[in-house]
Structure formats: C-alpha cells, structure tokens
C-alpha cells in the first residue's frame, strides 16, 4: 500500500485544509502589497488636483448713491443695460446747486473786498497818526503859553501884594490881578488836558493800525483766513453742483435699479448697482481635507454651466478666506453638546480669472462653476 493509502483520513483533510489557508492568506497579502503599490502610484503620479462643484461667480458691486439732498430729473439707464465708466447714470435738479454756487462766489468777492478795506483803514490809521502829532505839537505850543501866561499874572500879582502893605493899590486891583492868576492857571489846566486827549488820541490810533497790520500781515487778497473760508466753500458748493450728475464709476451692467425721476433723494441714498464684467472673481468651497496642497498662485480650470464644458476658464488662486462658511453663519453651529456628529466644512478659496475670457465669455454674479486646482502649479 502507498504512503496515501496508509495516511489516515482525518490527517488527510487537516494537510488540505492548511494548504488552502495557506494558499489563501498568500493570494490577500498579494492584494493587499497591489492596493499599496496602486495607492502609492496614484499619490505620487495622479494624485496632482482637486476639484469642487460648489462655486460660484461674485464681483466687487459698485453701489451708486446720491452725494446731495434734491430730486431725480432724469434716469438715463435702467436694468441689465451696459455702462461705460464715467457714462452719465442719472443727474439731480441742479437749481439747488447753482444758487448755492453764486451765494458762495458772493462771499468770495465780499472777503476779498473786505481786506481790501482793511488794507485802506491801515492807510487812514496812519494818517490819523500823523495829524496827531501835529496836534501834539499844536497842544504842547498851547501848554507852554499858558504856563508863560500864569508865571506872567503871578508875578504881577506877587508884586501887588507886596504893594498892598504901602497903600499904593486899591483892594479891588488887588482882586483883579488874583483873578487873572486863576484864569490863567485854568487855561493851563485846559492846555494840559488837550495835550493828554492828543496823545490819547494817538495812541488809540496806533493800537487801531497795530491790530488792522495783524489783520493783514503776511496775506493778501487771496491768502487771508476769510477769504481761505470764502474759497473751500465756493469749492464745496461746485463739488455739490458737479455730484448733481452721477456716473458710472466702472464699466458693468446696471442691477437692482431702485429709483425713478421726480423722486427726492438724500445723501447715502443707493440708487442702484453696477456689476463690473470684467472684475469678476469665483469662490470655489473647498472641503477641508483637499486644502493640505493647496496654494495661493496655483493654477485653476473652471466650467460654468451656463457655457457648458466647452469653454473653460484659466484662474488663479489668490487666497483663502478667514474662516469656514459654518464659523459666519449668521447662527453658528454650538457643537458643545452630547450628541456631536462630525461634519466635514468647506473652506472658501478666492480665484481670480483672466480678464480676456471674461471679455469673450462674460460671466454673472451668482453662476455656479466647476473648480480644479493643478496642485503641481507654482
């Protein structure tokens, strides 16, 4: 009988058994080194993108507003229409403005006029002070005859009293000569205060041609603080005449217009939107685990589905936003609870696209785009 033959069946079936398993776990340690190999290769090799349908085309809106109170004349655009930038949008009653405009010239003659004036007083003042001293002069002479006069009548009166004793003069000559020392010392007492109100008065036109100079001094016509005033309200007043007519600040299509001619508007007033087509941007939401790659400067291929997949836009990652979609909401998510469940967040990821597409296939603020970042791109 043959080795087989005499091999017991159980034994037979345990040797089978262990050849299987064996068998078995070398076939899945084989997948498992393939899985390994293929994953390694796609990381290395094929891994080198990321992409995301959820984006979207936004744009820096240029809101128009009114800059002064008054009412509409005239609206020149109206919704989805193209505007040129500087392209007159709609223009304000400008009455207001222009009579506030020639009230503001009217205070700027009148402030010029006025230092002129005050350069004349400078002029008169000085000449004031010249006829001063000539009545000082004048008043000194007065004061030094009347001192002459009362030293003369003194004297005789002097003499008259010693005369008196003698009998030589009558009392009522006596009396005469006293009275004449008194009116002579009277007009010097009057002399002296003439002189005093000459110079007073000389003084008081100096101190008047001291604070006209100060008034006056280092400016002219066109440099002095009230005509500086009188000209920065012309200036406003011609700004405020210039916003009666409101442009397009930007090259863009009109969105959202909310006003109509007859109606009054007020300063900050949004009259309506302008959406450049040429500015426009996308911001792709990316979820947090594809960002480890990603790059500001890297290359990004986009499709919107209003083209289709026909046309495709080159973009470029500019940077990423300061926080996840959820941390803005307007009611956050409180994860401080019991019963958390992890959900993945997308972070958004600011692209710029090339101005020239966009020229041969505008875009809309709100249109939904596919992103793909070329991860291997400087």
Do not use: C
Not at 363 to 376: E, F, H, Q, W, Y
């Amino acid at each position: 009988m043959t080795d087989v033959q005499n091999t017991p069946p159980d034994q037979i079936d345990d040797t089978q058994l262990k050849a299987k398993r064996k068998k078995a776990l070398s076939f899945i340690a084989l997948l498992i080194v393939i899985a390994v190999i293929i994953f390694l290769i796609w990381k290395n090799f094929f891994n080198n993108t990321v992409s995301t349908d959820n984006a979207y085309v936004g744009a820096e809106t240029a809101s128009i507003t009114s800059m002064v109170t008054g009412q509409v004349a005239q609206v020149l655009v109206s919704d989805t229409q193209h505007v040129k930038q500087g392209q007159l949008l709609v223009e304000i009653d400008p009455r207001d403005a222009e009579i506030a405009v020639q009230q503001a010239q009217a205070e700027l003659l009148k402030a010029q006029r006025q230092f002129k004036q005050t350069q004349a007083n400078s002029s008169s003042l000085n000449a004031q002070i010249y006829v001063s001293d000539d009545a000082i002069h004048s008043a000194t002479a007065q004061v030094a005859k009347a001192q002459a006069d009362l030293t003369k009548v003194q004297e005789e009166y002097n003499r008259r009293v010693q005369l008196r004793s003698s009998g030589a003069i009558s009392q009522e000559e006596l009396s005469t000569s006293k009275n004449a020392v008194n009116t002579a010392q009277a007009a010097l007492e009057v002399a002296n205060a003439g002189l005093a109100q000459a110079k007073s008065s000389q003084k008081a036109a100096q101190s008047n041609l001291d604070a006209n100079q100060a008034l006056i001094q280092g400016a002219n016509e066109h440099s002095t603080p009230d005509v500086l005033v009188a000209q920065a309200r012309l200036k406003q007043a011609l700004l405020d005449l210039e916003r009666t007519k409101i442009k397009a600040p930007v090259d863009g299509v009109v969105t959202r217009r909310n006003i109509q001619v007859g109606q009054r508007v007020s300063p900050g007033a949004v009259l309506m939107s302008v959406v450049p087509e040429k500015q426009v941007y996308v911001d792709a939401n990316f979820k947090e685990s594809q960002l480890e790659r990603v790059r500001a400067g890297q290359k990004v291929t986009l499709t919107s589905d209003y083209y289709g997949s026909s046309v495709e836009y080159t973009g470029t990652v500019v940077g990423f936003s300061g926080g996840t979609g959820a941390a803005f909401a307007l009611i956050p998510a409180q994860n401080a609870t019991g019963n958390w469940i992890k959900v993945v967040q997308r972070l958004p990821v600011r692209i710029q696209l090339d101005p020239k597409e966009l020229v041969e296939h505008p875009l809309r603020v709100g249109l939904s785009m596919d992103a793909t970042i070329d991860l291997n791109s400087k």
